[in-house]
T-cell receptor
Framework: GEDVEQSLFLSVREGDSSVINCTYT??????LYWYKQEPGAGLQLLTY?????DMKQDQRLTVLLNKKDKHLSLRIADTQTGDSAIYFC????????????FGKGTMLLVSP | NAGVTQTPKFRVLKTGQSMTLLCAQD?????MYWYRQDPGMGLRLIHY???????AKGEVPDGYNVSRLKKQNFLLGLESAAPSQTSVYFC?????????????FGQGTRLTVV
């Protein structure tokens, strides 16, 4: 079945850039997503990228997709303490838009 | 906008008890999902539904049942709770169209089975 892998923890200082990485195995993935979960809350969609794109930029967020290596990254510029959260990579495949497969999540800790 | 609402938010059960978690969405979404979140495991799909009256098994369906009698509601049942079902449960919904890419999540139900 599909598999999505992420590193579990990242620590940065406020003002630095953060890069969270994700790899996936399903070559038929169509949409790839980044969700953010703050403590005690549900997940919120941050951004997504369609599989025929290489890059997407949205304010402080930059998503890079390398389809050949099945590698997705999320870069947060000028990281703030409010960015501290768990970030989940997820994908939907061509087999149906019905299910999302999530990685285990990367905990981002931003220190002042 | 209520979005996706889960009830209850917290529950403690004794082993062997049963309960039903309710998920309600007001966005007229076709797809609904139940996930469980455990430390270090991410979100794992329990069951999902692609429309009223239909359900399907996800990655970890054992010990759970679901029903989708109405489009806006997706119920998750535990017939005989076990300590291994201690978890945080999230419901999500999304539209059917390919461009409706966002899944909306509820705030979660924290369940402890003792």
């Amino acid at each position: 079945g599909e598999d999505v892998e992420q590193s579990l923890f990242l620590s940065v200082r406020e003002g630095d850039s953060s890069v969270i990485n994700c790899t996936y195995t399903d070559s038929s993935s169509t949409y790839l997503y980044w969700y953010k979960q703050e403590p005690g809350a549900g997940l919120q969609l941050l951004t997504y990228i369609f599989s025929n794109m290489d890059m997407k930029q949205d304010q402080r967020l930059t998503v890079l997709l390398n389809k050949k290596d099945k590698h997705l990254s999320l870069r947060i510029a000028d990281t703030q303490t409010g960015d501290s959260a768990i970030y989940f990579c997820a994908e939907t495949s061509n087999s149906g838009y019905s299910t999302l497969t999530f990685g285990k999540g990367t905990m981002l800790l931003v220190s002042p | 906008n209520a979005g996706v609402t889960q009830t209850p938010k917290f529950r403690v059960l004794k082993t062997g008890q049963s309960m039903t978690l309710l998920c309600a969405q007001d966005m007229n979404h076709e797809y609904m999902y139940w996930y469980r979140q455990d430390p270090g495991m991410g979100l794992r799909l329990i069951h999902y539904s692609v429309g009223e009256g239909t359900t399907a098994k996800g990655e970890v369906p054992d010990g759970y049942n679901v029903s989708r009698l109405k489009k806006q509601n997706f119920l998750l049942g535990l017939e005989s709770a076990a300590p291994s079902q201690t978890s945080v449960y999230f419901c999500a919904s999304r539209g059917r169209q390919a461009m409706n890419t966002e899944a909306f999540f509820g705030q979660g139900t924290r369940l402890t089975v003792v």
